[in-house]
T-cell receptor
Framework: GQQVMQIPQYQHVQEGEDFTTYCNSS?????IQWYKQRPGGHPVFLIQ?????EVKKQKRLTFQFGEAKKNSSLHITATQTTDVGTYFC?????????FGTGTRLTIIP | KAGVTQTPRYLIKTRGQQVTLSCSPI?????VSWYQQTPGQGLQFLFE???????NKGNFPGRFSGRQFSNSRSEMNVSTLELGDSALYLC?????????????FGPGTRLTVL
């Protein structure tokens, strides 16, 4: 079946440092979505990537879809305390939606 | 537009009981999907309903079932509760389904099984 690896599981950074999380699939994907869940909250949609090699930016966030459409990354430049939360990738295959294990980002002020 | 709502927000049950959770999607959304979130297993997909039909299903036992009404509201039922069913149950709605569509999540129902 489809497997999704998301690394790292945890990331502690000083405020102002950069942060990156990676999502790797065992199969070629049609698309990938990214969500953010704040502590005590629910997942909120960030972005969807569809094309091979696609790069999308949202202010300090940069999302990338691999050329082979098997991996994706989310990069945050100059983290702020508002970036705290868990970041999930999400992909559809085999008639179900699979979420990555998530990367929990904590910020040291 | 009002967001996705879930009721109840918190629930405490004992082993062997059954429970029904409710989800009201964003107006106009025909797809409702359900998820179980636990610290150990993460966010896992249960099933999706679209226009009253179950369209996709995750790898959960038959104790977990659901339905969707003509107004797109959905319910999830868990029978013969086990301790391991303690989790945050989230529902999400979207306009067109699971693929290529943004999922809007509700606040969740926190279920504790004693």
């Amino acid at each position: 079946g489809q497997q999704v690896m998301q690394i790292p599981q945890y990331q502690h950074v000083q405020e102002g440092e950069d942060f990156t999380t990676y999502c790797n699939s065992s199969t070629t994907l049609s698309n990938i979505q990214w969500y953010k869940q704040r502590p005590g909250g629910h997942p909120v949609f960030l972005i969807q990537l569809v094309k091979s090699g696609e790069v999308k930016k949202q202010k300090r966030l940069t999302f990338q879809f691999g050329e082979a459409k098997k991996n994706s990354s989310l990069h945050i430049t100059a983290t702020q305390t508002t970036d705290v939360g868990t970041y999930f990738c999400s992909l559809f295959g085999n008639e179900k939606l699979t979420f990555g294990t998530g990367t929990r980002l904590t910020i040291i002020p | 537009k009002a967001g996705v709502t879930q009721t109840p927000r918190y629930l405490i049950k004992t082993r062997g009981q059954q429970v029904t959770l409710s989800c009201s999607p964003i107006s106009g959304h025909r797809s409702v999907s359900w998820y179980q979130q636990t610290p150990g297993q993460g966010l896992q997909f249960l099933f999706e309903y679209f226009s009253e039909t179950q369209r996709n299903k995750g790898n959960f036992p038959g104790r977990f079932s659901g339905r969707q009404f003509s107004n797109s509201r959905s319910e999830m039922n868990v029978s013969t509760l086990e301790l391991g069913d303690s989790a945050l149950y989230l529902c999400a709605s979207s306009a067109g389904g699971l693929i290529y569509n943004e999922q809007f999540f509700g606040p969740g129902t926190r279920l504790t099984v004693l």
